[in-house]
């Protein structure tokens, strides 16, 4: 059975950090992609960022220089960095796991930017 828990997400004032993590369970960690998702209330689901099994990386140009992805293939968990948060970063963080056609997905971590 494939398991993505994502955990970390909250309420944090502007200008904040936080750290996002998602745990695989019964999948090969390490040869799956790995990626962020993002979807606001009333927007559509947005890649935010992604690692491949490699380690390259890429982000959406709106969270470029404030968040960072990174992985763990002892851990099987992928992490995401969020400095420097701004209240449209507010919305439910999602992690999806990818290798070829194949996706998987977490139930989500809510995040909120709000003063």
């Known amino acids: 059975q494939v398991q993505l828990v994502e955990s970390g997400g909250g309420l944090v004032q502007p200008g904040g950090s936080l750290r996002l993590s998602c745990a695989a369970s019964g999948i090969i960690f390490s040869i799956y992609a790995m990626g962020w998702y993002r979807q606001a209330p009333g927007k559509q689901r947005e890649l935010v960022a992604a690692?491949?099994?490699?380690?390259?990386?890429n982000y959406a140009d709106s969270v470029k220089g404030r968040f960072t992805i990174s992985r763990d293939n002892a851990k099987n968990t992928v992490y995401l960095q969020m400095n420097s948060l701004k209240p449209e970063d507010t919305a439910v963080y999602f992690c999806?796991?990818?290798?070829?056609?194949?996706?998987?997905w977490g139930q989500g971590t809510p995040v909120t930017v709000s003063s």
């Open positions: 999806k796991a990818n290798f070829i056609t194949v996706n998987y």
């Open positions: 690692i491949t099994s490699g380690g390259s990386t």
